[in-house]
């Protein structure tokens, strides 16, 4: 009663227990009285006071609750009636309200005891519980921080699966460290291969799979994590020979956007293995490692960047020692004989001095020809000032001018005010190769270069050609082996505007090279997604 009339007045006293059990001592015994004692029934009033008591004080507050409440009560009855009778019947009272004392004391103790004891379990269960989730944490900051400290591709794939490990088992129990099954499945020319793994077997890590079957495609296709307890049948993860022991698998996309890298894969013999804590904390782990991946992606695209650079560098500098060497070089040497065997003339020959002079005058008019337009190609400096169309037109005149080449130049004109500057110098060199291939190979009579609108914001740059054409498949086949880069810079250079290569040509059939450029990101995404169904 006490606990409940300071529960309904809101209070907490300091000393809230002993105040809880006087207040229903003085209640008891106010009833006690007013009800006329025990011989008005009113003798088991003292059970709630020793009840609380007990409770609160266990054995010891209950026994001195009882001797106070015995002892007040029987002080109150002899006083209303003086008589041994008072007392004998207060004594009653007195050992009865100590065997309730004790009794309830003792269930106190016994029902505290075991509060307690469940209290303390659940005490250090959730002390347990955050030990794991700090450990977990811990975890996680040090993937973090390992995976942002590198760039290396390996390192990040090696990181990835020993940090899960030991997020997944924080108390070191080696549990999942020894059965736990993982790898990272990359993406290679179209088809995923093992970039890292933990307990496959050696043919495992050989194994090359198309992506397109199963759980596998599932997962890629929905961009979701997928887990199943039931994979033994898969067309695809069978080939999997450790997977024949797990019971259970977890499978986590790495996707951004639309760049699909792989798939993270984790599998373990218990059936149940992944739960939804492990599931949620791999899921963490997981966004972390795409994260990883592709900063490791694109620090490694860089580098490869640098390369092609210096390779693109590397062969215009051996293009302009070709073409030096050929052309110009051979002309300043035929130039110097000439001009000696003039001098020779001088001495034996006079009178056929003048037509000899006409013959090297023509032959140096036609290698400074030859220098501005390599020179103009180095740098079309028309590009910069009047567009693209006008360089395309200056290009032709001078093949025309400088090696016969006939080259008929269409341009759309509203197309150059939708390609910026950058795009426009893109082109340009793209179309120059091209043309230049064709009038040393291709024995044409006329080059066409067009660049029209396909509509869908799609420009279409076309380099075709009369010559005599070439059998493409057989080219392409030992392309690498025949030590020249035309068709690499051309298809790095339709990359730089996010275009698309196409070279058409067969024997006795001419040859086509098409670029198709996007004019927006919606139509590259358009473009790129019909290259690949």
Known sequence: MGVSVIAGLNRRLSRHRHVAVLLDGLLASFFFFLQGGPFAGSW???????????IYFEI??????????????????????PSTASLTIGGLLLAFNLLLGLMFGVLGRNLFGELRRLYQMRLQAERERRRVENERLQA?????????????????????????????????????INQLVSAV?????????????RRFTQADMRVVLEGERGLLSRTLTEGEPLAVSQFS?????????ILHSCQSLYLFPLRSGFDVFGVLLFAHPQPRFFTRERRDLLDILGRQAVIAIKNAKLYEDLLAEKEHIAEAQEEARNKLARDLHDGPTQSVSAIA???????????????????????LEELARRTTKELRHMLFTLRPLVLETQGLQAALEAMA????????????????????????VGKQGVLFFIAEEAVNNARKHAQADHIWVSLRDLGREI????????????DLKSVMGTYETRGSLGMVNLRERAELVNGLLHIDSAPGQGTTVQVFVPLSEEAADRLHHARET
């Open 337 to 359: 004989m000439r001009l000696n065997f003039v001098r020779m003339l001088l001495e034996k020959k006079p009178e056929a001095v003048p037509l000899e002079l006409e013959k």
């Open 397 to 420: 005149e001078k093949m025309r001018e400088t090696y016969g080449q006939n080259v008929l130049i269409q341009v759309e004109p509203h197309l150059e005010e939708v390609l910026d």
């Open 44 to 54: 088991w009033v003292g059970v709630l006071p020793l009840i609380a008591a007990g």
């Open 233 to 241: 049948g898969d067309p695809e993860l069978g080939r999997i020979s």
């Open 60 to 81: 010891r507050g209950s026994l001195t609750t009882a001797f106070l409440l015995g002892g007040l009560q029987t002080a109150g009855m002899y006083a209303q009636q």
């Open 185 to 197: 499945l990359l993406f290679s020319e179209g088809r995923l291969v093992v970039g890292s793994a």
């Open 459 to 470: 420009a279409l740059l076309e380099i075709k050609d009369d010559g005599v054409g070439f």
């Open 140 to 176: 996680i900051y040090e993937l973090t921080t390992t995976l942002t400290s590198t760039l290396s591709y390996r390192h990040v794939l090696e990181s990835i699966l020993d940090l899960v490990a030991t997020a997944l088992d924080p108390d070191r129990e080696q549990e999942v």
